[in-house]
């Protein structure tokens, strides 16, 4: 009998390195790896859009920027504003819509338009 419950005592400790443990301790990494990335991704595009604004402020008023400039600075201010996203809906297809607009808002920054 002693050999029996021995057994099963045996078979319990394995059973923390099952498929399902390991699985779980894996996806608890992965949600760790999204969370980072995420926060990482946010932070890009945050500094971005803020660089973008920045060289916004600092080009001469309107009556001083070339004919060419006004129509770019008018159409991504027309491309902004007719940005169509559901962000309540937490879709891929809206932050590749963001992640392009505000890669086309660094036209404005100069010294990214170089590189």
Known sequence: ??????????????????????????????RHDLRQTVRAYAAR???????????????????????ERLHQLRDL???VRKRKLKPEKGRRKDLRKIDSLIEDLQLLVPNKNQG
């Open 1 to 30: 009998m002693t050999s029996i419950k021995y057994k099963r005592r045996a078979r319990s400790k394995s059973t923390d390195t099952s498929p399902v443990k390991v699985l779980e301790s894996e996806l608890e990494k992965l």
């Open 45 to 67: 595009l945050e500094i971005d859009l803020a660089e973008s604004r920045a060289a916004l402020g600092s080009l001469k008023p309107a009556e001083e920027l070339s004919r």
């Open 77 to 79: 201010m027309i491309h």
